[in-house]
């Protein structure tokens, strides 16, 4: 891959950040978006604007139908059986409670349990802990080993005759753990378990096949993805979505309305209440083609790369203890300092340029495990080179010198 040239197609890369280069290593949080993507979102709204779905007006078919092209490139790229198992969501987080209100209502009763694992974002926890609060439903934590991750075997030992439903992450926003996916969808469905998972760290760096996985949900984060904010995605096998109530209510999820009753309409409409995150659906398309123009492959080489280069880098470094050691590790690095919180390293790190995360990550359950308040997380993505590595390992040391005086 030319990082070069990606580079370039990205505008963010020509602003200078107190007078630096940008260094962004924290697109596990959030990617930066390359020009197609805000220039689809500008060309949207100044040339082709029209709500979907319900005008019959030349501005409105055309909207409707790119809107739906989106679908059916989202089936495509992640490999559904069927375009009517892509519902569009306003995040990940939505996609979550969309499941958890909709599968948790009808299907979970006191005493059931919800397997998690330690590993969770709290996007995959808090919805799962509001039906433990309206329902008794329990929730189990499948464990996480000292390398940071969670093991078939972590998840089989906590499944009981009372597991009703697992939702895990496919890669860790902390330790960069890749779970087994297949295997622990396989394993539930050998004992009629359905599965969740959290596929935010998971679809802008894995090559996804959801007809392999087997999964029964999987969500998506948009923004990860070099797409729009306000947009996330889930997938759910179609006899779900058949089988599930409705999320929320409103125009255009309707079938008939009359005083005495309501029928709800047909998939994927059944799940996407109200006027819809138009532009960032048609802006998405941009995204997936600048994903498949790079090639999933050439991605995921390109990131593996980086992270043992990071990773080498980083233990060389005295200062530095890497958080968790996976065998099967995504484009992100965990660390900590001793004596410096994460927030002076994010802050003295941010005047070089050198941008990162620090705090729990939304993962409060794992740090209250590893016994730390906070980590710094460096996260990368298409965009990242050896050389920004470099300058995050330079910047490290400085931040050391600057607190060794004190
Ligand atoms: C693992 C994981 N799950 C869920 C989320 C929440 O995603 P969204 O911002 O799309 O709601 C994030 C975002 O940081 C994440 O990293």
Redo the contacts with the bound molecule.
């Keep these: 891959m030319n990082i070069n040239k990606i580079k370039s197609e990205f505008p963010i890369f020509s602003k200078k950040v107190h007078n630096n280069d940008l260094v962004y290593l924290d697109s ?3 990617s930066q978006k390359p020009l197609v993507v805000v220039d689809r979102i500008y060309d949207f709204y100044t040339k082709e604007f029209s709500n979907i779905g319900r005008s019959v007006h030349y501005l409105a078919v055309a909207a409707t139908n790119l809107y739906e092209n989106t679908r059916v490139s989202v089936q495509k790229h992640i490999n559904a059986k069927d375009k009517d198992e892509i519902v569009f969501t ?7 409670n969309l499941v958890a209100n909709t599968y948790g209502n009808k299907n979970l009763n006191e005493g059931d349990e919800v397997l998690i694992t330690e590993l ?5 926890y808090v919805p799962w802990h509001y039906l433990r609060k309206s329902k008794g439903v329990k929730i189990e934590f499948a464990e996480v080993n000292n390398d940071g991750e969670v093991t078939l075997e972590s998840i089989e030992k906590k499944i009981t005759s009372k597991t009703k439903m697992i939702a895990v ?5 902390v330790t960069g753990a890749i779970l087994p996916i297949k295997e622990i969808t396989q394993l539930a469905h050998s004992k009629g378990i359905p599965v969740l998972v ?1 596929g ?2 998971g679809a802008p760096h894995l090559n996804l096949d959801m007809q392999d996985l087997d999964c029964d949900f999987y ?6 993805m070099y797409g729009p ?1 306000g ?2 995605i889930l997938y759910a096998k179609k006899k779900w979505l058949e089988e599930l109530p409705p999320y929320q209510g409103g125009g255009g999820m309707i079938g008939e309305v009359k005083k005495n009753d309501i029928s709800y309409g047909d998939l994927p409409n059944k799940y996407e209440a109200g006027t819809m995150a138009t532009a960032q659906v048609i802006a998405f398309e941009e995204s997936i083609k600048f994903l498949n123009k790079l090639g999933m492959q050439n991605i995921i080489k390109h990131e593996k790369e980086l992270m043992e280069y990071g990773r080498e880098t980083l233990m060389k470094n005295n200062s530095v203890k890497l958080i968790g050691n996976p065998k099967n590790q995504g484009a992100v690095l965990s660390f900590t300092i001793e004596g410096i919180h994460p927030h002076d390293i994010a802050t003295i790190l941010d005047e070089d340029g050198v941008a990162i995360r620090a705090g729990h ?3 409060q359950v794992l740090h209250d495990k590893f016994g730390l308040p906070a980590t710094a997380r460096a996260s990368f993505g298409v965009y990242n080179t050896k050389d920004d590595i470099d300058k995050l390992n330079a910047s490290i040391n400085k931040c050391k010198k600057i607190f060794d005086k004190k």
């Design positions: 596990a949080n959030s306003k995040g990940a987080t939505e996609a979550i969770e974002h709290h996007s995959n992450t496919h890669l860790s926003n959290d935010c760290q969500a998506i984060s948009c923004h990860k904010t947009l996330g990550h939304c993962c």
